[in-house]
Each structure stands twice: as C-alpha cells, then as structure tokens.
C-alpha cells in the first residue's frame, strides 16, 4: 500500500525523520569507527537491526547519509576509488585503492547487498519513501544507475545478474579538480588548455574521448569550471556528478528511449551558452550535433580507445538518433551525419585521454577535425589535424599543428 503525504503532513514527517536520523547517524558512525559493523555482516540486515534495537523506517533512511558495508573504505583518508560486489553471496567485496585492484575479503550477508542497494536508490530519489512504504525496488530491464553522496553507482538485482544483487560504485571527489590542478600533476600542459578554452570561447565544440576510468570526467569537470565562471552552462546527465557553476542548470535523466535527446532539445530553451552531457552513448549525439550547428556548442564525453574510435561511436549514435527522427537510415543519413560531423558549423575538437605507458593518467591527443562535408562514407577515416600528442619517451605533450578552422587560424 502507498502512503502519500500532502502540505503540513509530509513537512512534518519530513523534520521528524530529520530529527531521528542525527541521532541514529552518530549511532553509526560509531559502530563503523568500532569495528563492530565488520562483524556484523555475515548476518542478517533484520537481525542486526534488532540487535542495535533500531527500526527500518524508510522515511528515516532516506534522511542518512551512510551506506553500510561501503562505509569501510568510503572515508577520504582510504584513498579508495572504487567499490565493487560481484553478486554472488559469499564472494568478497574488491576495491581499487591508490590505483589498484585489491580483494578486500570483506564478504555480506545478501540481505545487507539489497540493503545497501535500496540505501543508494533512495539516497539518489531513485526510490521515494513516501511512494513505497514497503521499500521494494522495481528494477528496470538490466540495472539502476545514479549518484548518491558522491557515490556514483550502477547495481543489479536477479534474474538480471544471476548469482545476486551486485554493487559498482566510484566515489567522487569532495572538490574536483581545477584546469591548474591538471597541469600541475601533469594531465596536460597549459599551451593545450588555452588551445581547448580558445576553442570553446569561440564556438567549437569539445568531445573528450577515452576509456572508463581515464579521466574524461575529471577533464570535463576542469573544463566547465573553467567556462563556468562567465558562462550560462546546461549540463545534461543520467547522475548528477559534474560540478555546479555559477549559473548553471543540471538536468538529470534516466537512461534509455529517447530521453536524453528530449532533454538537448529543452536545454536549448534553457539560454545556454554551452551544453555539456556526462556522457554521449545514443541518440541525442544527433541533437548536440544539431545543436551545435545552430549556435550552441558543447561538451561532452564518450567511451572510445583513440580520436578515430570517438568520432566513429559519435557517427554511429548520431545515425542512431537521425533514424529514429526519420523513421529509417541509409546512405543519405550516413552522408548528413559526416557532413554535420565534418562542417565548419560545427567545429569539433577531439581530446583522447588514458594511461601513458608510465601508467599515470595524461591526455594523449588533440585533434581538429577537418572539413569534408558529405563526401565520405559511413566507416571511412575522419580526416583530422593532430594539434597535440603524447611523446612517450620524454613522456609530455607536444605540438604537432596548428588550427586550421577559421577560428583559430594564425593564432592557435
């Protein structure tokens, strides 16, 4: 059965649970601090709730800020990145600490995983006390993804991950780091981010490009703080973790159907100078592109191992998002995509960043795509301009060229 709770009734519910979770979060952190939660896992989350004579009150949780097992390793001191559980019940949790993978043999009773699952979702507004009194979660076709505290995570559930609910969380940064904080750990030079901040200032548009874990969101991050300070920015994500600015708007969207390019199209009403999205992997690659032609560049990330990959996975979503406007796609949406991709409309800047081979995260290469209109063909070579990349034996990025396009022609 839902309760619901209207005016006066939710607000006071809302500033008793607000009252009562104060109390029990002190209660917490104590039991975390003791070690006594380590050796309660191995039991039943209803059992060691009535051992700490404490109620599962959703209304309560979802005013408390802790996660259960996650808070062994969650304080900044761990210098702990990742948090993984693979489903199964008696494997253990693993966790990628300063860089590497370590099997913690922490290992959890299933009921604090499903706890700890529905603790994230209702951290995230994933899941609302108000609407589910009885706490169960009704999961989507694979998994449920989101933010929560600056936890960004993705869990399954059964019959999607066969042996057990799993966890996948990244913790996020308390403050994220500056353009200067890149430069001085050596992610890239200064020449390149002037050379990126030029580009933006005068209406190109940046696409950063890389593997999971390689710092495309910690460089987008930089880059919007950066634009952020003078800048109207609309950032468009499936979980809210970049940055606010000054005057931004953030909209966050659930992932799947035609969601996020709904949402470029609304931003485009929202007076932005730059539309930034936390990641491109669909069809509104085809509505920034849009965007971007009619005066409305931007940034944004994409899974890809090198320049080529990223503009061919930025091709590929783009035909995706053309198709389901058009109803089909063929030769003649092939062509309109490499055009728009290609156009001096557009003006698109490639950044691939990863590990160089010393095994420390840099950006390995700046390219300019290049003019060529609708005479390539769906797969073919984008034609590019290397403006930086990595030398690997002086391990530092160097200067190959210089902007061709006309905004940055004889200058940049």
């Not at 603790?119 to 009194?133: F, K, V």
């Not at 904080?181 to 005068?202: P, Q």
């Not at 003078?230 to 005057?247: A, K, S, Y």
């Not at 960043?353 to 290049?370: K, S």
Request: aromatic share 6%; charged share 20%; hydrophobic share 40%.
């Amino acid at each position: 059965m839902q309760h619901y709770f209207h005016g006066d009734d939710f607000h006071h519910n809302q500033r008793a649970a607000d009252s009562d979770a104060e109390g029990l979060r002190e209660e917490l952190d104590l039991l975390t601090a003791s070690g006594r939660l380590l050796a309660m896992l191995d039991r039943p989350f209803a059992e060691c709730l009535s051992r700490l004579q404490l109620a599962d009150e959703l209304r309560i949780w979802a005013a408390i800020d802790w996660f259960g097992p996650l808070e062994l390793w969650r304080a900044p001191g761990h210098e702990v990145s990742d948090m993984l559980f693979n489903g199964p019940p008696h494997d253990p949790f693993f966790i990628i600490q300063r860089g590497v993978m370590t099997n913690t043999g922490v290992t959890c009773h299933p009921s604090w995983i499903a706890w700890t699952q529905r603790q994230l979702l209702l951290r995230s507004n994933r899941l609302r006390w108000w609407e589910h009194a009885d706490g169960r979660v009704t999961w989507p076709s694979l998994a449920v993804q989101g933010v929560a505290d600056r936890l960004r995570y993705a869990v399954t559930a059964e019959p999607h991950s066969r042996d057990g609910g799993s966890i996948a969380v990244r913790t996020l940064p308390e403050r994220w780091r500056t353009l200067d904080d890149l430069i001085i750990s050596g992610v890239i030079n200064r020449e390149a981010t002037e050379l990126l901040m030029e580009a933006l200032r005068c209406g190109a548009s940046v696409l950063v490009g890389g593997a999971t874990g390689s710092g495309k969101t910690t460089l987008t991050a930089g880059l919007t703080q950066e634009l952020g300070h003078t800048q109207r920015l609309v950032f468009i994500e499936d979980g809210g973790e970049l940055p606010r600015c000054i005057n931004s708007l953030h909209i966050e969207v659930m992932s799947g159907g035609n969601e996020f390019s709904r949402a470029v199209s609304f931003a485009l009403r929202q007076k932005p100078n730059y539309i930034i999205v936390g990641e491109v992997r669909g069809g509104e690659a085809m509505a920034l592109l849009q965007a971007a032609a009619t005066g409305h560049p931007g940034v944004g990330t994409i899974h890809a191992s090198h320049v080529q990959a990223a503009l061919r996975n930025l091709e590929r979503m783009a035909m995706i998002g053309l198709a389901s406007e058009s109803g089909g796609a063929g030769q003649s949406a092939a062509q309109i995509v490499r055009g728009m991709i290609t156009s001096d409309s557009v003006n698109l800047i490639v950044v691939h960043i990863g590990r160089t081979a010393q095994g420390r995260r840099a950006v390995l290469a700046i390219e300019e795509v290049l003019r060529q209109g609708a005479q390539g063909q769906s797969g073919d070579h984008f034609p590019t301009n290397v403006l930086f990349r990595h030398d690997t034996y002086s391990d530092s990025l160097q200067r190959i060229g210089y902007v061709q396009a006309e905004w940055g022609h004889g200058r940049m």
